[in-house]
């Protein structure tokens, strides 16, 4: 799944080398919004690391003579899960009905939304519902922009949690709305942990969580059979329980870890 990065009025642009890790690990898309001069700039569409770069760069130049360290930012990095690898469908988006406005790569509005996640309508998203759009572009359309203002009422946000299944990030020329719980780090807001690089694992773990292991690859969750190991949690998962409980995609790492229990499971 996708990273939003938030960084607060204050804090400095985060280095470049971590800019670039975090496209390398969510190579779908990079977009961005920053409020300034009271409105909000979205800047978006960025498919490769030097497109992002130039994007970071047409930021600055807009916001002469201050500078990032000035504004509050929102930074996505896409990892697919719905909808065409466009330009158009990369994060954020204004707060809005219009498809002109949705698909814009560059737009000025009141209100930015980021999500990280996966929006389910209560049926299996496909591209005939999707119609290209992503998951979090109908969410803005059908759910977000109807409710108007009540969208900034803490009690609305959280059924918007609820309902939704992810983390939003809401933000306006005056402030920032966290839907959902963020981690904290180095002066930035994160909507997971795939900010930080995966952990290696010894063979020798590997075994030792073996010797512990239910002896059967269902998920731990659903009863679904198991696809992931979730290291922080110590428990195997299908990949739509995963997405669930941590809002994001599965890492490589995690990936081939739940491939190693497998084998082990299948093999006893």
Known sequence: MCLIVVKPKGIELPEQKDLDQWFRDHPDGFGLAFAHQGKVQILKGAMTIEAMHGLIEQMKSALEPTSPKKVNLVLHFRQATHGALTPSNCHPFPLTSCQEALSALSVSTSSAV?????????TELGEDLLQGKTDTQRFIEDVLFGLGGAVWNASVQELIRLCAFGKFVLLTPKKIVYIGEFLYHAGCWFSNNSFTPSPKVSSEYLAELGMY????????SCQAPAEVYWLEDEAALCADCFRLFTGREPSKNERALGLEQRAWWEGV
Do not use: I, M, S
Not at 114 to 122: D, E, I, Q, T
Not at 213 to 220: G, H, Q, S, T, V
């Open 114 to 122: 980021a999500h990280n996640g996966v929006v389910w309508f209560g």
């Open 213 to 220: 292991a239910e002896r059967k690859p269902l998920c731990d």
